[in-house]
């Protein structure tokens, strides 16, 4: 049998120097557990950018997501706003179905 439960999952896209000190965040927030991903290229509001040429990581971006309690979403995203408030990026929230087996 196959259970479903709705949770929430928090995408993070973030400068590349900023993932060790969010990821500390999202520790203390009590997240369950989160992935980070590289992200090669895309579009902005103001224009397009890419990672090739890059010689450091400095002006790289990444891709933090974590699936969440609702009840945990207010605690984490202060948590993930008190990092890059300042910073360029962005936070997407979306409701999600974990699908798990349920164990005997």
């Given amino acids: 049998m196959t259970k479903y439960h709705l949770k929430k999952r928090i995408d993070i896209v973030v400068e590349a120097p900023l993932t060790r000190t969010l990821a500390n965040q999202l520790d203390a927030a009590n997240v369950p557990g989160y992935s980070v991903l ?5 579009r902005g509001m103001i224009n397009a950018w890419t990672s090739e040429g890059q010689v450091s990581n400095s002006a ?12 945990q979403v207010d605690a984490v995203i202060e948590a993930v706003l008190g990092v890059i408030r300042d910073r360029i990026g962005f936070v997407t929230i979306a409701d999600v179905l974990v699908v798990r087996p349920e164990r005997f």
């Fill in 38 to 42: 590289p992200i090669l290229e895309g």
């Fill in 60 to 71: 790289n971006m990444v891709a933090m997501f974590c699936v969440v309690d609702p009840a």
